[in-house]
């Protein structure tokens, strides 16, 4: 398919494209890209994915939403064979599988339903999606996955797709996180048609992100989060992230920081302008900010969650306050660089995982915490894979991070030690402000040692994780910041 539509491009004498594919088509227009990205001048991904993986599970959701009945006659059918002697899918089958699908194609324009008979040429369908399920690509197509190879490209994109769509938040992230720089515009009351359940605000976006895309020198900003741009905020005097070589050295340094310390602490990350304007930006919300006293146990993780309930019970105190991510504006400095997908790269590459997401949640995202004299963040473990931090302002003495990294697996006597304060693997970092602080928060135990002075100790911590749809649980809302929605209460 890929080589017919390059056959077309040479045949009707066409230029670079601006390519935009829907559904299945998106699949095809990223396996077009990917093959001659020189040919492409912009992608235009609509209610589409990138790995079958993820369509498979998009389908999966739809198929455990439909009706115990019509999934159930599904299920039975799928176990007779969903294709008649006549080589096309059997009727009823269609009909179930459309009444399933229905309310994620259709939510503002649901067409009176006809079922048709299709007239498709279903060996074609059979061979690429395969013949066992309507839910589940298991032919040609089966194992595709474009993620690592869309990683490449720098090719202007935006991702849409509707709020009610066959396609998941998750599903849609991914890609956008693939590509480079990419926009991502979700549209509200909107399901898989996009076009038709809200065609002009599809449109507006299109044509809001043709006419930037042309204009070369506007960087591509987003709709919704994306802002792409952040080499106004990190310091690339001293880290020229778009420079492969220099970029190659600063990832392997930070990389055999973590493997060797459990920490990588990277000084001087943004810029002393960027940096004055986090100060003032968490300075200007501290009002709003949650105070919480409290004291806490340390959230056991892997194989200490067996540990002896004497150890589990054990608490440290918490005193400190703390500002929802919701409080600090997309604009800003800080929600900027959290979501610039500079850093994001950046990051996964230091760390050495497949995917990194920012959190979908809508309170704990990038947040900033402030400790007075006295103040301290007991001993614990994160519930997200990684916690980045960036501290925007010292104290005048005490706050320091201690942390032992790899702390899931330790004996329980070493786990009470640490929580005595009495363990020799405890290490202590002094953090300065603009550094960015790497650590692996769900493996490493760790606290924040109390400030002491009138100076506050303000930080900004920044959470990512590897799946794309991360959500922390409401009690750990509650406890940071006194509320799990996104007004202050
Ligand atoms: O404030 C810090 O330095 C560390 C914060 C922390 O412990 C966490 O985010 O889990």
Known sequence: MVEDVEFIRQGLCLGQLDILGHSFGGILAQSYAVAYSANVKSLLLVATASSIRSVNADLQRVKESAAPATRLRLEALEALGIYGPDGAQRPEYRQLADEALMPYIYINKTPTPSFPTYDL????M??????????EASGDVRGLDLVPELRTLTIPAIVIYGDHDIVRDATARETNAALKGSTLVRLAHCAHEVYVDQPEKFLEAVEEFLSLSREKTVPLESHTTNKSNSMDIINTDLYDLGDAVARARHIEAARSQLAKTGSAAIPDFVRATALASMVEEAKAEFGHAHRREMELGFNAKDELMLADPLLLARKSPYRMSSLGSDLLAESGALKRLYRSQDLIEF??????????YSTTDPLI?????????????G???DDNDFVVSLLLQSPDSGGNFEY???ATTLPQSEINEILDGQSELTRRLVPQPGTLLLFRGRKALHRVAPVSGSRLRIIALLS?????DFVYAEQVRLNALGRTGSTVA
């Open 365 to 377: 995202n990038a947040t900033v915490t402030y400790m007075g004299d006295g103040d301290q963040q």
């Open 464 to 468: 990512y994780d590897t799946s794309p």
């Open 347 to 356: 990051i996964r590459e230091i760390v050495g995982v497949a995917t990194l």
């Open 126 to 135: 059979r061979d690429l999606w395969g013949g066992d399920s309507e839910f």
């Open 121 to 124: 040429g279903w060996d074609v």
């Open 404 to 406: 032992v990294a790899n």
């Open 379 to 381: 001993w614990h473990f």
